[in-house]
């Protein structure tokens, strides 16, 4: 290991201060209940003492429910897999989501949820994500062209990612389709994202329902327009295939096209609630992931040498589902980053019947908490788990990974069904810009601060150079 090997392997990318604490108890029980909510508006990642990243498992109850919290790997599995039919999303999570995206497959559950992912399964084969790689490439090359333009310049890397990460969707949904106004489509998605913090599947802690949200009656005239823009591309899209003319093959066709061979398609108003949950689940995400990549890389020269002896290295005809056997290295890189700062920071649940996991008790009603931000830096399932170490990921080492610990994309029969998608975008975006730009962080260090996804605390300015 040479020197600056060393030096890079105890680089700890930013986060929040972590308060110290002797038990695993409800932060009100020291913070006391104001404190604790002022936390909370300030960075729920803040909320998790010192003491959770030690102990597996805590009981907690906290203004009139009981809560599991749980980073132990084969609780989570037994919650997540094994009994996962005893669990359903927590009525909280359903009220705030369910008006944005009503059957879509983020919200929906039971024989609803089964149906549609069983439907929706084909449109995200192997092949399917292949076939995407084209239009992702196409994009992040027209993206990469327009930032040539702002050579020299300070861009907010945060807004690069939030409208390339659009732009490859709308890209991949609809393929530019000519009876699609995507400008105005992008205009609706941004404001809705501004008035309302875009409806997501992980607005989980801090988002009661019933709380009045600022913008709300604007995000639902939003959601409505954005509904009857998507059903009419629907319909002029069924029209044309109806006709025989040939179509592409977007998501829109895909889904269009799901369980037709079972005689089970879907629904014009789940089309629509599918391709709107796409959106909502698929794009911040992965902007936000891409972000935090480009910002560690900054920090980390001998990390970003490697990165880019490896997209130098891939041919120009590359297929973009080969990326990461290009890549490897660059992957493991994406991989860490989603440990340290994964987007969707929580995963939960309410246990429907009583449970018995781990010799503990659980009630009817009690929510089931697993921080990911929390699991991904547990004492016991990592070493040197706030450091940057790509290699972990690597070779033999990677197989050490204790199964359960690293899950930015769930677990069991819900997993993300976009995680190959969204693996293939962040390879190519990387690809495409690292070849033609030195990104070198300009602002001071963003604070991870757990919103809708786990999003940087300053827009990210980095200085663009052409390489
Ligand atoms: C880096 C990017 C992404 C991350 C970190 C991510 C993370 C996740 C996680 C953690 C879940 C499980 C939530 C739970 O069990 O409560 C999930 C579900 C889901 N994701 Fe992703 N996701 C990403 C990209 C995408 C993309 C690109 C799409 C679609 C194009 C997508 C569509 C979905 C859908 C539809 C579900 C619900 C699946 C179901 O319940 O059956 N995601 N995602």
Redesign the pocket.
Known sequence: MTTSDAAERHYIPPMPPRIKARKPTPVTQFLGTVRYFKVMARNPLEVWSDVFYREPVANLRFLGRDYLVTHDPAMIRHV?VTNQENYR?SYVRQAVLVPFLRD???V?EGET?KR??KA?TPV?TPRHVKGFGGVMDQVARERADELAAKAGQTVSMTEEMLALTLDI?LA?LFSHDADFDAALFSRRINRLMDVSGMPH??DLVQAPGWVPRVGRTEATRLINEMRAQVGALAAARRKRIATGETVPED?LTLLLQAGQKEDAPLSDDEIID?LL??MA???E??A??LTWTFYVLSQTPDALARVLGEVDGVPDDANASALADHMPYTNAVVKEV?RLY???AQ???QAVDADEVGGRQIAPGTEIVTS?WVLHRHESLWDNPDAFEPERFMGARGETIPRHAW?????????????S???Q??LVVMARLLQRFTLSSVGPAPMPIMRITLQPSTPVPMRIEPR
């Not at 899950?407 to 995680?419: D, K, Q, S, Y």
């Open positions: 997540f999303f879509g497959l983020v929906a949820w549609a992912r929706l995200f969707l991949c599947p992980f998501f599918n949950t796409f689940a698929g794009h995400t992965t936000r992931t989603m994964p987007a969707a995963l939960s649940r990911t899950l930015p994309f769930g677990l069991g029969p819900r997993v993300c069904i976009g995680a998608f969204a693996m975008e962040i």
